[in-house]
């Protein structure tokens, strides 16, 4: 298995430019997560889907930041516009659900660093 | 809400010494607990997992951690360190669906 895979591993932008994020999840998994990472904050979650569809966004900081699971096999986080306190690790995640909910192991994507200048 | 308190941000050991992550929760009530471990400019991994049955948890690369219920306490720990366990190390609760993760402890181990 190929794991989840995320893209793009870097990017720089300026400010005020859009940003989106891409994550596949792993085959057959159905429930997938956004986290950030920074040195301040830690890991936070923004936002999780099952089946497809937004469960929690409590997490999103702000309206700026938005995501979309279209389909099983894709997701994105898009912030628009973005500013230098964005500046952070993406994580996307994903896990299969079982028949004790929301108990699986999460599987975590290699991460988009963001640097916004 | 759940949450996650790891005692230290920063330990700093030689090669050999033993080792005990700390790791507090906060949740009603009943939880799965979990360590992730994150090598450098690497993602994180599961080191180990506690759902139910015996408390004490045996993961990957000589790690435990013991569950204690009365105390809210899930702890790593390891007999003897390698340079190469220098990461983070993540404790993480998960109550009712989603995963919490406290702030994360630096090892950095000297050879």
Redesign the interface.
Same mark, same amino acid.
Request: net charge negative.
């Given at each position: 298995d190929a794991g989840v895979i995320q893209s793009p591993r870097h990017e720089v932008t300026e400010m005020g430019q859009e940003v989106t994020l891409r994550c596949k999840p792993i085959s057959g998994h159905n429930s997938l +997560?956004w *986290?950030r990472q920074t040195m301040m904050? /830690? =890991?936070e =979650?923004l936002i *999780?889907f099952n089946n497809n569809v937004p469960?929690?966004d409590s997490g999103m900081p702000e309206d700026r930041f938005s995501a979309k699971m279209p389909n099983a096999s894709f997701s994105t986080l898009k912030i628009q516009p973005s500013e230098p306190r964005d500046s952070a690790v993406y +994580?996307c @995640?994903s896990r299969s659900a079982s028949n004790? @909910?929301?108990?699986g %192991? =999460?599987f +975590? /994507? %290699? /991460?988009s660093r963001l640097t916004v200048l | 809400a759940q949450s996650v308190s790891q005692h230290n941000h920063h330990v700093i050991l030689s090669e050999a010494a033993s080792l005990e992550l700390g790791c507090n929760y906060s949740y009603g009530g009943t939880v799965n607990l979990f360590w992730y471990v994150q090598y450098p400019g690497q993602h994180l991994q599961l080191l180990l997992k506690y759902f139910s049955g015996d408390p004490l948890v045996k993961g990957i690369k000589g790690f435990e951690a013991e569950f204690i219920k009365s105390k809210f306490s899930f702890n790593l720990r390891k007999p003897s360190v390698q340079w190469s366990d220098t990461a983070e190390y993540f404790c993480a609760v998960c109550g009712y669906s989603t995963l919490t993760f406290g702030k994360g402890t630096m090892l950095l181990v000297s050879p």
């Open positions: +997560f *986290y904050r /830690g =890991l =979650l *999780y469960i929690d +994580f @995640a004790r @909910a929301n108990t %192991e =999460l +975590f /994507g %290699e /991460g | -």
